[in-house]
C-alpha cells in the first residue's frame, strides 16, 4: 500500500471532484520531480516553493506531497507550522488524518527523548512542531543526544515567509535570527534535505539575495479548485462585492487611548451588518444548519476591540427591539441591505423582503458576538445562526472562518506591506455557491491598496508560469505598497524599476565580441529611420534587448537584460499592453561610461516620443580606432506609481 493513495483517498471524500483531486496530485508530483532524490548515495540539499493563494487549501497539496515523499524514501518528513496554539492542532489534526501508516510525532512528545528517538530510528515518521524556539532547540538537542546524523528528511514549513527568515539580514554582521538559525541547525542534521516552503505571499522570499539558503530553487504553482472565490472576484476589473466607506469611520471604532469613545455605531459598520443578517437569514431558511460568520477587522488595539465589541452588543439589542417594535429606520435599513444583495444573488431576489424579516426578528437573538485576540481564548467556531467575530493580529494568517459572508476591514498603515495585508484577506476561500451573498467593506484607500495587490498578484503568478527559471522574480508595486518588511532583506539587496525612470548599461561591449550581435540589430533595424520612433511588439522589444551586450565590468548592477525584458512582459500584462516604442538613431559618439540611471540621450531626444508607452531608445555608436559599432540600448518605462522590486 502506498501513503499517496491514503490521503487521495481522504481528498476525494473532501472534495467530491476528481479533476481537482488529480490536480492536486499533478502538483504534488511536480514537486517531486524537483527534490532530492532520498535514496541518492551523495550529500545534498535543495529549496523548494509551492505558491498558493490565501485560502485556496494548500493542506492538501501538503498532505500527498509529505506521503509521496515517504513513498520513496525519506526517513523523517518535518512538518514546521504556526506557533498558535489553534493553528498548530489543526495542522496536527489533520497529518494524523492523512497519514493513518505513518508514525505522527507532536510537540507534546519531545520532552521524552528515549522514546523519540526510538521512534525516529524505528521508521519513517512524520514530526509536527510550531515554529517556537523552544520546541524547535529540544528537537535539535533530541538529535544530538541520539547521534541522529544521515538521515533523509523532506522538511515542509508552511507560512515559510512568517517565521523562518533571518529577521537580522539588515544588519549585515553574520548573525541571524533564533528561528532562522534553529532551522539551519536542524537542516544541518540530514544530509539529504529538501526544505519546502509553503506560502500565499512569497514575496519575501523572491527577495531573498541569489544563492540565498532561503529563496527557492525552484517554484511550484498550486492551483484553487473551481469554488475558489479570490482577489478577481474581490478585485477585478469586473468586480462587484465591495462597498466603500468613509475611512473616518474607523476613528470612531477604533478611538484609541479616549476615556469615553461614542457609542455611536458608524453608518457602515451598521449598513454591513444589516447586509450580514439579511444574507445569513436567507441561508439559514433555506438550509437549516446553516450557520455564518462576520469579520471586523479594523485594528489591533484590544481596546478597540473591547469598543467594537460593546458596539456589536448595542447593534444586536437595538436590532432585536426595533423588529418587535416594527421600527421603520431599522426596516429600511435592511431594505437596502436586500436590495444591494438582491443585485449580486438571483435566489435572494426570488425570496420576499418580509418573510425574511420575519426570520431575522426570530433568529436575532441568538446572534453570537467573538472576541478573537491575545488576551481571550474565543476561537472561530461558527455554532449559531450568527456569529460577529471582533478581533486584529489572531484574525490575520492561516484562520479559516467557515460561511464568512461579509467583512469590515480598516486596518490602515501608512506605508502598506503587501504580504501582510494580503493575509488579512480571510474573505477569500471556497465561497462559490454563496458568492453573490459575499461582500468587503473597505474605505477607498484600501479599497485601490488591495487591488494594486490583486495586480501584483496575477503579475507575479504569470511570471512564474511564463518564466519556469528562477533568475527572475520581480514584484509589481504601485500606490505606494512596499513587498514586505524590511529587516529580513540585506542592504543594497533590492534593485527597483519605477514608472517614468530610464535605465540603460554603464557600457557596452565594444571589442570583436559585439560584432555578431550589432549586425543582427543592424538587419532587424534596417528599415527604421534615424532619429523616429515606431511602435512594434514588447515581444519584439525584449528581442532586440536580449541581443544587445552590455559590459559586465562595468556594470551597477541596475541594468539586468533578463530583470528589464521580464519587467517589461509583466507590465505589459498587468496594463493591457501590447506595444510599445523603439527609437532608433547611428552614428554616436557615445564613448564615456554613464551611470546605469543617467541615460545615453542628447537633451530633447526623449521628448520626441510618446511617454504612454514602454519605450526602448537603441542608439548605435560609431567604429573609432579600434572599436567596433555597438547597439547601446535605454529604457523607459510609462509614468505612474509603480515599481519592480527584485533580488540583485
Known amino acids: 500500500m502506498k501513503h499517496r493513495d491514503q490521503v487521495l483517498r481522504l481528498l476525494q471524500k473532501q472534495i ?68 498558535i496554539d489553534p493553528l498548530y492542532e489543526q495542522t496536527l489534526g489533520r497529518v494524523r488524518e492523512a497519514f493513518p501508516g505513518i508514525d505522527i510525532i507532536g510537540k507534546k512528545e519531545f520532552r521524552d527523548t528515549d522514546s523519540f528517538l526510538q521512534r525516529v530510528k524505528g521508521g519513517t515518521c512524520a514530526i509536527v512542531t510550531s515554529k517556537n524556539a523552544a520546541l524547535l532547540n529540544t528537537l535539535i538537542e533530541n538529535f544530538k543526544k541520539g547521534r541522529v546524523r544521515g538521515l533523509s528528511c523532506l522538511i515542509i514549513d508552511d507560512e515559510a515567509d512568517q517565521a523562518s527568515l533571518n529577521t537580522r539580514e539588515r544588519r549585515a554582521d553574520g548573525t541571524r535570527s533564533t528561528i532562522n538559525n534553529c532551522l539551519v541547525e536542524l537542516r544541518g542534521f540530514f544530509e539529504k534535505n529538501t526544505y519546502l516552503q509553503v506560502t500565499a505571499t512569497p514575496q519575501a522570499l523572491f527577495l531573498q539575495t541569489p544563492e540565498h539558503d532561503f529563496r ?10 473551481s469554488d475558489y472565490v479570490g482577489g478577481e472576484e474581490f478585485f477585478g476589473d469586473n468586480a462587484s462585492l465591495v462597498r466603500e466607506f468613509d475611512l473616518n469611520d474607523i476613528a470612531v471604532l477604533a478611538p484609541g487611548p479616549q476615556p469615553t469613545p461614542t457609542v455611536t455605531i458608524p453608518k457602515s459598520l451598521l449598513m454591513a451588518l444589516d447586509t450580514f443578517m439579511v444574507g445569513a437569514t436567507f441561508k439559514r431558511t433555506n438550509e437549516a444548519d446553516q450557520n455564518c460568520a462576520f469579520l471586523c477587522h479594523v485594528s489591533t488595539r484590544t481596546d478597540d476591540h473591547s469598543h467594537i465589541v460593546n458596539l456589536m452588543r448595542k447593534y444586536k439589542t437595538d436590532l432585536t427591539a426595533g423588529l418587535k417594535a416594527k421600527n421603520q429606520v431599522v426596516l429600511t435599513r435592511l431594505k437596502a441591505a436586500y436590495d444591494d444583495l438582491a443585485s ?81 484577506a480571510r474573505m ?71 514608472g517614468g525612470s530610464i535605465y540603460n548599461p554603464a557600457q557596452v561591449m565594444r571589442d570583436e565580441t559585439v560584432k555578431t550581435s550589432t549586425e543582427k540589430i543592424d538587419k532587424k533595424l534596417a528599415d527604421f529611420r534615424d532619429d523616429h520612433h515606431a511602435e512594434v511588439t514588447i515581444e519584439e522589444l525584449q528581442a532586440l534587448i536580449a541581443l544587445t551586450m552590455p559590459d559586465q565590468r562595468e556594470s551597477e548592477r541596475v541594468w539586468d537584460p533578463i530583470a528589464i525584458a521580464a519587467s517589461l512582459a509583466q507590465f505589459a500584462k498587468i496594463n493591457q499592453q501590447s506595444n510599445g516604442y523603439v527609437y532608433v538613431d547611428r552614428e554616436r559618439g557615445l564613448k564615456e561610461n554613464r551611470r546605469e540611471t543617467q541615460g545615453i540621450l542628447d537633451g530633447g531626444e526623449a521628448a520626441r516620443v510618446p511617454d504612454n508607452k514602454i519605450t526602448l531608445f537603441l542608439l548605435r555608436t560609431k567604429t573609432d580606432r579600434g572599436r567596433n559599432a555597438a547597439w547601446w540600448p535605454q529604457i523607459r518605462f510609462p509614468d505612474g506609481r509603480y515599481a519592480f522590486a527584485f533580488a540583485i
Open 344 to 424: 449580486t444573488h438571483e435566489g435572494l431576489r426570488g425570496c420576499k423582503f418580509d418573510g425574511l424579516v420575519e426570520a431575522i426578528e426570530f433568529f436575532s437573538p441568538g446572534i453570537t458576538i467573538k472576541l478573537v485576540n491575545g488576551e481571550t481564548d474565543e476561537d472561530v467556531a461558527v455554532q449559531s445562526p450568527y456569529n460577529l467575530f471582533v478581533g486584529g493580529n489572531k484574525l490575520g494568517r492561516g484562520v479559516t472562518i467557515k460561511n464568512l459572508l461579509v467583512s469590515y476591514y480598516g486596518r490602515h498603515p501608512r506605508r502598506p506591506q503587501a504580504d501582510t495585508i494580503l493575509q488579512h
Open 16 to 83: 467530491g471532484n476528481q479533476a481537482e483531486v488529480k490536480d492536486i496530485s499533478e502538483t504534488a508530483a511536480e514537486v517531486a520531480g524537483k527534490w532530492v532524490d532520498p535514496l541518492s548515495g551523495d550529500k545534498k540539499e535543495i529549496n523548494g516553493l509551492i505558491y498558493g493563494l490565501v485560502q485556496s487549501g494548500k493542506t492538501g497539496i501538503l498532505t500527498v506531497t509529505g506521503a509521496m515523499g515517504a513513498d520513496e524514501g525519506y526517513r523523517a518528513i518535518l512538518i514546521l507550522t504556526s506557533d
Open 428 to 498: 477569500y476561500g471556497y465561497r462559490r455557491k454563496d458568492v453573490g451573498l459575499l461582500r468587503l467593506f473597505l474605505p477607498p484607500e484600501l479599497h485601490i491598496v488591495f487591488r494594486a495587490i490583486n495586480r501584483m498578484e496575477r503579475g507575479l503568478r504569470e511570471l512564474i508560469a511564463r518564466r519556469p527559471s528562477e533568475e527572475f522574480r520581480g514584484v509589481y508595486l504601485e500606490s505606494g505598497l512596499i513587498a514586505t518588511r524590511t529587516n529580513i532583506l540585506a542592504r543594497g539587496s533590492i534593485g527597483v524599476y519605477s
Open 216 to 225: 527557492p530553487t525552484f517554484t511550484i504553482l498550486s492551483h484553487p479548485g
